[in-house]
């Protein structure tokens, strides 16, 4: 079994800024692409930024320039820096694994961590 964990959620004013970390546990020989999504009260599940395997990063345009996606391979874990945060980032985290492979060559796809809140006062 694998688990993804995610940390760093709270409360923050605008413009402060917040880290959100995510591990994967288990028998993890190699974890590829991971992603951060959100979901807002009332609204669709929506990718905010993802990396691949050779650190290739992608953004959703309403997070450019003030989210960082970056990951450590050392430590099965990626990460979100988030800058410059507004009230519309309020939300729930949740971290996605597209495919982890485990040292017993089993693959487990599309691993979800539980979710972190973020709320964003004005």
């Known amino acids: 079994q694998v688990r993804l964990v995610e940390s760093g959620g709270g409360s923050v004013q605008a413009v402060g800024s917040l880290r959100l970390s995510c591990a994967a546990s288990?028998?993890?020989?190699?974890?590829?692409?991971m992603a951060w999504y959100r979901q807002a009260p009332g609204k669709q599940l929506e990718l905010v930024a993802s990396v691949t395997r050779y650190e290739s990063t992608n953004y959703a345009d309403s997070v450019k320039d003030r989210f960082t996606i970056s990951r450590d391979d050392t430590k099965n874990t990626v990460f979100l820096q988030m800058n410059g945060l507004k009230p519309e980032d309020t939300a729930v985290y949740y971290c996605n694994a597209d495919a982890i492979l485990t040292f017993t060559g089993q693959y487990y796809y599309h691993t979800w961590g539980q979710g972190t809140q973020v709320t964003v006062s004005s």
């Open positions: 288990g028998s993890i020989w190699r974890v590829d692409d």
